[in-house]
């Protein structure tokens, strides 16, 4: 009797394990349309409302915690931002007046057609779903295809760039966030124009590194880093030029390459609401997202031009 | 164990689940605690195996597993793969030991939650991730498993509240109490 209770456990113990391998070789080797990927997803539209409406339920009881962190953090906070604003204020003074020169070079040159983000549908989606783990930087929102988000579309909220949409079901998506180990984006310093790409710091979940930067370039703490409108490759997701990303934190001098610390601007903590930028069948986004996706591997496409400039870029190796 | 506190342990054990794991995705991630979220998935499972044993407890993690990483749209099978591995665990814990330390649940609790985000970093590891071993990996498994047992106590106190009324008497316990009323113990019948 005890025999038949020791191996009955050991051969449950030993089902589940091998279950849980099979399942784990077969989801990391098959294509993201796979099978599995759509169990997955239909389970993904399944539980979206039901998540959407245990995240309303219990917004109440998470506002209360975030309240009693927030009330610590807001002192330190708001010292910082007073700072923050005096030299925002200096700047724009500044900038104002080069501003009406820009603007005239910028019809001079014909980039009045250059891709920004009012070139998208914006579409507003909640976050109702965050993983807790550090390997996976991602958030699950309560808009998916039947609201027009695809894969590969452009995620942010009022702070800046947030990430892409990785997967999208009926009525939910999966955000990947730009600390995910996935997610690269091609991004400039807002200053000296320096492109890199920034990717999350390896042991650091919650900071990023801007990376590639000529060995020449200047940085200095507390610039914005923005996005610089290119793919790096066709996986890529086309993200509009001048979203904000992060502020440098410091530099790090490498031989060949230079690297930044950044801290993105965006929350990705406590995020609530975010916005997806889709693109239309025919739009200005999706035809160069089109155009990026067919390039070859190592090949740059530009969404900081026309899409000439950017047809002109793939030709020229990017 | 009878059939009908059998179907009744399970479904205890199956809401159970749910509710965590749906309260852990919507409000515990969401409230991060010096830098990491408290995780309540692999308490949850350990604390299942602490009372159920063995065997429903490795059931109870593969499930459990399987529902975080199809709700957060994770790799399937590696959550089920390190949950059974902490349900078994602890559910052996129980039938080897069964250990009555009132600080029991706060150590199976963090050990669990270590063995939980080791146990998932070594597959990642496996599978590739882009991320060698670092001050700061470390650091944020620590700080992990230490918010995981500051909330280890209140999470067993739900835990065997919710499945008290389904659990089978264990005979162990029961001779246990007979044998410490018999030793000296406070028996309730002496106060009368």
Redesign the interface.
């Known amino acids: 009797m005890h025999d038949k209770t020791v191996r009955?456990?050991r051969a449950?113990?030993l089902l589940?394990?091998v279950?849980?391998?099979?399942?784990?070789?077969?989801?990391?080797g098959e294509a993201p349309g796979g099978r599995?990927h759509s169990?997955?997803r239909g389970?993904?539209t399944v539980?979206s409302p039901?998540?959407d409406g245990?995240?309303k339920a219990?917004k109440p009881?998470?506002d209360l915690?975030?309240w009693v962190?927030d009330t610590v953090h807001a002192k330190s906070e708001r010292n910082q931002l007073v700072k923050q604003v005096d030299k925002l204020r200096r700047e724009v003074i500044a900038d104002q007046s080069e501003k009406h020169s820009y603007r005239e070079l910028l019809a001079l040159y014909h980039l009045d057609r250059r891709l920004s983000v009012n070139a998208y549908h914006q579409v507003a989606a909640t976050v109702?779903?965050?993983?807790?783990?550090?390997?996976?930087a991602?958030v699950?929102i309560d808009k998916g295809e039947s609201a027009g988000v695809r894969p590969n579309d452009p995620v942010i909220n009022d702070e800046g760039l947030v990430g892409k949409v990785?997967?999208a079901a009926s009525d939910g998506a999966?955000v990947s966030l730009i600390t995910d180990?996935s997610v690269g984006v091609s991004a400039r310093i807002g200053t000296s124009g320096a492109t890199g790409i920034v990717q999350p710091k390896?042991?650091?979940?919650?900071d990023l590194l801007l990376q590639y930067l000529p060995a020449n370039t200047q940085a200095n703490r507390g610039e914005y880093v923005v996005t610089s409108g290119t793919v790096s490759s066709s996986d890529d997701s086309l993200y509009p030029p001048g979203i904000p990303i992060g502020q440098v934190t410091s530099v790090n001098e490498e031989s060949a390459y230079r690297s930044v610390n950044v801290h993105p601007l965006a929350d990705l903590?406590?995020l609530d609401v975010v916005q997806v930028l889709t693109a239309g069948g025919g739009s200005l986004p999706a035809s160069l997202s089109r155009l990026a996706a067919s390039l070859p591997p190592g090949q740059h496409a530009s969404a900081g031009g026309t899409a000439g400039e950017a047809l002109a870029a793939s030709g020229s190796g990017g | 164990m009878s059939g009908g506190t059998s179907a009744s342990l399970l479904a205890r054990i199956a809401a159970l689940a749910v509710v965590v794991v749906f309260f852990q995705i919507g409000v515990v991630s969401e409230v991060p605690v010096f830098g990491v979220s408290v995780d309540l998935s692999p308490l949850m499972v350990a604390f299942v195996g602490l009372l159920c044993g063995s065997t429903l407890g490795a059931v109870t993690g593969f499930a459990v597993g399987l529902l975080v990483d199809l709700a957060l749209v994770q790799t399937l099978g590696v959550t089920s793969l390190t949950f059974t591995i902490v349900g078994y665990w602890s559910g052996r814990l129980r039938e080897l030991r069964d250990p009555q330390a009132a600080l029991t649940p706060l150590l199976v609790g963090a050990t669990a939650s270590a063995a939980a985000m080791v146990g998932y970093s070594l597959v990642e590891f496996l599978l590739g991730v882009d991320a060698p071993v670092s001050v700061d990996l470390v650091r944020q498994i620590v700080l992990g498993v230490l918010v995981n047992s500051v909330v280890a106590l209140p999470t067993w106190a739900v835990v065997r509240r919710s499945l008290e009324g389904g659990l089978p008497e264990d005979p162990r316990r029961r001779r246990r109490r007979r044998r410490a009323y018999t030793t000296g113990g406070l028996s309730p019948l002496s106060r009368s």
Do not use: C, D, M
């Open positions: 009955r456990r449950v113990l589940l394990v279950l849980s391998l099979i399942l784990l070789t077969a989801y990391f599995l169990v997955q389970f993904l539980i039901i998540q245990a995240n219990l009881v998470r915690f975030g962190g109702v779903g965050k993983s807790p783990n550090i390997w996976y991602t699950t990785t997967q999966q180990s390896v042991g650091e979940p919650n903590h406590n």
